[in-house]
C-alpha cells in the first residue's frame, strides 16, 4: 500500500519569502513523486516529477523538491514567493508497478500576503 | 495540442437523480482516469483504463458509479442514483502509459452538486 501526508493544509507567507510545503511518502516499492498545482476552478497541473534519476529536482515557476529516502520526504520549496503562487498543491506517490496507482495527498493551500 | 476536455463544467441535481460526465482524453494517450475530489480532499481514483480495458477500479462505488470507455478514446461516467454525499469535482485524466514516470494531464473537471 501506498500513502501520502501532507503536513499543514494551510501555510501562508509573505511575498519574497521562502515557500516550503512538507510531503512524506509511504510506498513498498521505489517511487514516482510528484507535486502538483491546482488554481481555482482549473484541473491539476504537474509543477515536478521525482523518477530516480537525481534527488533534487527542477520544476516549473522556481520550485524545486528534493527526495530524501531515509526521511521518506518529498518537500516543495521555492526560495521567493510570488503573488501567482497562491494555490492548492497536491503531493502524489505513484508506484512502478501495479498499473502505476497514483495517490494524492490532501492539499495544501499556499497563501501569499503582500 | 489540445488538453483534456470535460463536460459539462457545472451540474446541480437532486439526490436519486442520475447524472453523467464526459471527458475527452489527449490525443494518444492510453490511459485515462477518473477522479473523485471532495472539497479539502485530494484526488481519490475511482476507475483506471488502459485503452478500453479497466485496471483498477477498486474504489469505484459500483452500486451506483458506472464508467465505460468504449472505443478507447473518450470516456463517461454515470451516477444513477446520485446522493448528497456526491457532491463533489470528478476529474478526468489522461497520461501516455501508466507505470511510468509520464504525468498525468487533468481536465478542468465537472463540479457536481447534489442537493
Known amino acids: 500500500a501506498q500513502s501520502v501526508t501532507q503536513l499543514g493544509s494551510h501555510v501562508s507567507v509573505s511575498e519574497g519569502a521562502l515557500v516550503l510545503l512538507r510531503c512524506n511518502y509511504s510506498?513498498?516499492?521505489?517511487?514516482?513523486l510528484f507535486w502538483y498545482v491546482q488554481y481555482p476552478n482549473q484541473g491539476l497541473q504537474l509543477l515536478l516529477k521525482?523518477?530516480?534519476?537525481?534527488?533534487l529536482v527542477k520544476g516549473i515557476n522556481g520550485f524545486e523538491a528534493e527526495f530524501k529516502k531515509s526521511e521518506t520526504s518529498f518537500h516543495l520549496t521555492k526560495p521567493s514567493a510570488h503573488m501567482s503562487d497562491a494555490a492548492e498543491y497536491f503531493c502524489?506517490?505513484?508506484?512502478?508497478?501495479?498499473?502505476?496507482?497514483?495517490?494524492f495527498g490532501d492539499g495544501t493551500t499556499l497563501t501569499v500576503k503582500p | 495540442e489540445a488538453g483534456v476536455a470535460q463536460s459539462p463544467r457545472y451540474k446541480i441535481i437532486e439526490k436519486r437523480q442520475s447524472v453523467a460526465f464526459w471527458c475527452n482524453p489527449i490525443?494518444?494517450?492510453?490511459?485515462l482516469y477518473w477522479y473523485q475530489q471532495i472539497l479539502g480532499q485530494g484526488p481519490k481514483l475511482l476507475i483506471q483504463?488502459?485503452?478500453?480495458?479497466?485496471?483498477?477500479d477498486s474504489q469505484l462505488p459500483k452500486d451506483r458509479f458506472s464508467a465505460e470507455r468504449l472505443k478507447g478514446v473518450d470516456s463517461t461516467l454515470k451516477i444513477q442514483p446520485a446522493k448528497l454525499e456526491d457532491s463533489a469535482v470528478y476529474l478526468c485524466?489522461?497520461?501516455?502509459?501508466?507505470?511510468?514516470?509520464?504525468?498525468?494531464?487533468f481536465g478542468p473537471g465537472t463540479r457536481l452538486t447534489v442537493t
Open positions: 485524466a489522461s497520461s501516455l502509459n501508466p507505470g511510468t514516470a509520464n504525468e498525468q494531464y
Open positions: 510506498s513498498s516499492v521505489p517511487p514516482y
Open positions: 521525482y523518477t530516480s534519476a537525481a534527488t
Open positions: 502524489a506517490v505513484r508506484s512502478n508497478t501495479n498499473a502505476g496507482k497514483s495517490t
Open positions: 490525443s494518444g494517450h492510453a490511459t
Open positions: 483504463f488502459q485503452n478500453n480495458g479497466v485496471v483498477d
